[in-house]
């Protein structure tokens, strides 16, 4: 690891999330004209890094909406590792920045989820045998962290109440109703334990960052926030191969050890954390695997109100992918943008008080992928 | 642009090129082995980045074609950028590697053509009007500089003669036999002026790079060929939109531009040049617009022998995209690993003598994208 140039995030937009009129198109164009809006002192032809980050398989997109938006990028290309592609993309734009290569980049996510075509995406993982659905692993690993450590289906439930009540504070989210522990533990069931208020829904939308490089952030905004470290790791892609112990993810565990060590920041230190509960088993297991509390002690952390905006740590203010929705691609940009926000003091009503730091994790396929992100209004 | 760490190639793979049996993973599978064992002192679990550049649009293809591997990445994506994938995907992986993110990345282009779904990947390029074939840009632009510049049919003739007989020296070509002028004047038209050989044709193919940074890439081989500059640019998406001149293309006077600043080295400094010929006309244009030569005299430079193996500047000394074949996300790669092959004195029959600098460039859809990577023996 050598010096490195630091970079900001400068601005930041986002769509309405949920089942959205229109194509990717357009729902691309409305994200990017609010991102690009966010940092008037920007004019749109100086943004020399364009990433699109989704997974709709149309090639030379990126070219397209960029040219729609009126930019005209250097480098520039489609970023994809299907649910990860958005915290992949913002590394990628924070390497360009950081090298050199690049003063200013742009990385928008968007998702058309009923684009996605029927087949599904992982048909070539036999290890799943004939099931492919993601709640089977999530219901694996939520049965083996009950067996393991006595997690309780009441504790994941307290998981959906918290992020559907966060969500109803966040006018862009899917979902803008609170539920009851009654409401998520009489829902449907989908694959015991997990019932459907346990799961992240198909959701349409689009979020953009604007990144700048340090001598820059400040001609472009007042209040910059920082990347103050990253982490990435890929155990590998399918899930007989991944998590051997089920409670325990090797890439979780690597990535945020990474994003803690470059930074110099700790988990003690954070204030805000977006984590990935594309089921509320994986928003437990996080709170262990991310280093908040020790392993077995997840369902504590919920259950003592400490990933409660107030609380130690606050976990998924926007909603995570359970309240505010899961636009594949989208999901790491719509992260960070909560996180940004937080450290800006822009969260509205469910901001976070004296919120300095935040983290973002955003994952892949039955946890092989994990894509780790720490921010600062530090620099 | 601040201070960087220096990257080198130190090795790479390649899959023979042409219609080949099995799928993209057998493909990837395939030049990915190749290009690691290039790298004999390199553990593939080590590899910290991992790039696979195609228009596959399959999910989590990145992730699957790593675990075949073996390789166990930290930062890692699918970059499509249409014909330009596999330039911008090394210029993504010379960032992560310039910024200290990472020490080592693999990049690996890989295309099955037969796989490409059938709708025409730019449908909504209205600006086409309903005739859609590249060829037809092709033959707007060759007209246009034949009208204006005196360039004949000869004139592209030759350059297909050239990247044939180029191609006849390397076993990995999809077209292995060499041709003449009057096979190529009497073969079928294609969109007057332009006739078959004087078009890339569908190729199956894949290929591979491993990057280091600068205090590593003596460790892993005792020939590293350093990026000395690179340069990239979107002037937008659409036909209508990007070339208003047709025989000049910004995109690649910025990207070349920036490419040859940013290496501190000049058109005439270049020994090598692996140039984008989807059509015969494309490469007289880039003569032109890549600094070689004067607006107007690209037929000059073909007629006189100067792109030649032995003549100022051999150009596409593997046989091109026309001769050695064109697997859209593959091809940047291809064009890099015959540069570094040049540059390492490990070219064959097709060796240019004394080779120390190179460059390639890599194109997408009516050149509305660019992307130059220069290349030097010295760091």
């Given amino acids: 690891m050598i010096a490195k140039r630091r970079v900001a995030a400068v601005g930041y937009g986002l769509t309405r999330f949920g089942k959205r009129e229109g194509g990717l198109r357009d729902l691309a164009a409305e994200a990017g004209k609010a991102t690009i809006e966010s940092v008037p002192r920007l004019d749109r032809k100086e943004i020399q890094g364009f990433f699109l980050t989704t997974t709709d398989g149309e090639p030379y997109l990126t070219a397209s909406v960029a040219e729609n938006l009126g930019l005209r990028p250097k480098l520039s290309s489609k970023v994809e590792n299907l649910c990860a592609s958005g915290g992949m ?17 742009m990385i928008l996510g968007a998702e058309k989820m009923s684009h996605l075509r029927s087949a599904p995406p992982m048909e070539w993982d036999f290890t799943r045998g004939g099931i492919m659905p993601p709640a089977v692993w999530g219901a694996i690993y939520a049965r083996k962290h009950m067996q393991e450590f006595g997690t309780k289906e009441e504790d994941l439930a307290l998981v959906s109440v918290k992020n559907h009540r966060n969500s109803s504070m966040n006018p862009f989210a899917h979902f ?158 719509a992260q960070s943008v909560e996180v940004i926000q937080q450290l800006r003091n822009e969260a509205g009503k469910r901001q976070v008080k004296g919120a300095r730091n935040g983290i973002i994790l955003n994952l892949s396929a039955s946890v092989s992928t994990a894509s780790v992100i720490v921010y600062s209004d530090r620099k």
Same sequence: chains 1, 2.
């Fill in 176 to 333: 803008q109703k609170p539920v009851t522990i009654s409401e998520v533990m009489s829902s449907k069931p989908i694959v015991t334990p997990l019932k459907l208020f346990d799961c992240s829904a198909k959701t349409d939308g689009a979020a953009g960052v604007i990144l700048a490089g340090e001598e820059l952030a400040r001609k472009f905004t007042d209040s910059p926030v920082w990347i103050a470290g990253t982490g990435q790791s890929s155990t590998g892609a399918t899930f007989g191969n991944v998590n051997p112990d089920y409670t325990t993810w090797p890439a979780v565990k690597l990535a945020s050890r990474d994003a803690y060590d470059s930074s110099s920041l700790l988990p003690k230190d954070m204030d805000v954390a977006e984590l990935h509960d594309a089921f509320t088993i994986n928003e437990i297991i996080e709170y262990e695997d991310m280093g908040f509390v020790k392993k077995g002690k997840g369902a504590e952390f919920i259950r003592d109100g400490q990933s409660e905006i107030g609380g130690r740590i606050a976990v998924n203010t926007n909603g995570g992918l359970i309240g505010a929705g899961h636009p594949i691609g989208a999901t790491g940009i």
């Fill in 89 to 105: 993309g913002i590394t990628i734009g924070y390497a360009a920045i950081a090298s050199g290569l690049l003063d200013t980049c």
